[in-house]
């Protein structure tokens, strides 16, 4: 018998990585549809996780599509000691900033539709 007030973790796996011009295994029409219905990059290097509950009682399931958009190349002499950084180069003396976007889908990655891409987006652009 379950313990009142218990709790699960609910934790994000990686299930998926590639770009949007290569498509996704999983699914047929994803990519299409955030080409279509998003301003993520086409060449962005995405990163798709998953959080599932196996429990009935749980209905948990949410798709996360992570992906990273250099916002700006400073020198060495622009840079701030609180500035973080991601990529650097050696040749030129300067580093690029990312941007880290996280996209979320409350749905299994499989069962995606084209009305959740589109709403979950509009929400995404409003919380941005």
Not at 20 to 27: A, E, T, V
Not at 51 to 65: M, R
Request: charged share 25%; glycine share 6%; with cysteine.
């Amino acid at each position: 018998m379950a313990v009142s007030g218990s709790s699960h973790n609910h934790g994000w796996k990686s299930v998926a990585t590639g770009k949007l011009l290569d498509g996704f295994s999983f699914h047929p029409k994803l990519a299409e549809w955030l080409s279509t219905y998003t301003s993520i990059p086409k060449d962005a290097d995405l990163e798709i996780l998953e959080v599932s509950c196996g429990e009935v009682s749980c209905p948990t399931e949410e798709t996360l599509i992570v992906w990273k958009e250099q916002r700006e190349t400073l020198s060495s002499p622009e840079l701030h000691p609180e500035t973080k950084t991601v990529g650097t180069s050696a040749h030129t003396g300067s580093i690029s900033l990312y941007r880290n976007h996280e996209f979320r889908i409350s749905r299994k990655k499989e069962n995606i539709s084209k009305m959740d891409v589109d709403l979950s987006w509009k929400r995404f652009q409003a919380k941005s």
